[in-house]
T-cell receptor, first 111, second 115 residues
Framework: QKEVEQNSGPLSVPEGAIASLNCTYS??????FFWYRQYSGKSPELIMS????GDKEDGRFTAQLNKASQYVSLLIRDSQPSDSATYLC???????????FGAGTTVTVRA | SQTIHQWPATLVQPVGSPLSLECTVE??????LYWYRQAAGRGLQLLFY??????ISSEVPQNLSASRPQDRQFILSSKKLLLSDSGFYLC??????????????FGSGTQLSVL
């Protein structure tokens, strides 16, 4: 079982719609959760971090965490063509330096 | 503000040749430093991390090694490259008040092709 799993996509959404990305993790003692955006050929860019159950909003992005169900999600509201990228979910176990990444979900926002 | 420099951006090397990738961080002291590799279509794989000068932890046994000769310098090396070493190599530094909330910020990466 992979430590962090994401649907590879591609997820295609029309401009202005909500893109919903999901991520599940295997280790119950995971403590820290992150979403990165990666444009093709570029390095990952941190867009959200979340540490406790519930929702966290930052601009058009909302991260949702449910530790009991071991999933974390990212919502992108009012999707723009510039949001077209691969989104990586990353999880850190309690008291660990290692940040484990999923393979990413590719999002395409069509105009 | 903190910045991370990584070079070269692209590298094409023959099988069996040596490798040296360098990463430096500015604007912070005693950062945690990381080397990740991303194979095509796959997630990032942690290779090495360092919490201080001369302190290197290896996550995956392979023909790569890392060194931290200075506080803000992290080097990835190999004596003989394999075809399987091809990938996108990323250096990162960590920012946080504790291990649990540390956020990683990545350099621009090196695309390595071993032929």
């Amino acid at each position: 079982q992979k430590e962090v799993e994401q649907n590879s996509g591609p997820l295609s959404v029309p401009e202005g719609a909500i893109a919903s990305l999901n991520c599940t993790y295997s280790d119950r003692v995971s403590q820290s959760f992150f979403w990165y955006r990666q444009y093709s050929g570029k390095s990952p860019e941190l867009i959200m971090s979340i540490y406790s159950n519930g929702d966290k909003e930052d601009g058009r992005f909302t991260a949702q965490l449910n530790k009991a169900s071991q999933y974390v999600s990212l919502l992108i509201r009012d999707s723009q063509p510039s949001d077209s990228a691969t989104y990586l979910c990353a999880v850190r176990r309690s008291n660990d330096y290692k940040l484990s990444f999923g393979a990413g979900t590719t999002v395409t926002v069509r105009a | 503000s903190q910045t991370i420099h990584q070079w070269p951006a692209t590298l094409v090397q023959p099988v069996g040749s040596p490798l040296s990738l360098e990463c430096t961080v500015e604007g912070t002291s005693n950062p945690n430093l990381y080397w990740y590799r991303q194979a095509a279509g796959r997630g990032l794989q942690l290779l090495f991390y360092s919490v201080g000068i001369g302190q290197i932890s290896s996550e995956v046994p392979q023909n790569l090694s890392a060194s931290r000769p200075q506080d803000r310098q992290f080097i990835l090396s190999s004596k003989k490259l394999l075809l399987s070493d091809s990938g996108f190599y990323l250096c990162a530094w960590g920012e946080g008040t504790g291990r649990w909330n540390e956020k990683l910020f990545f350099g621009s990466g090196t695309q390595l092709s071993v032929l």
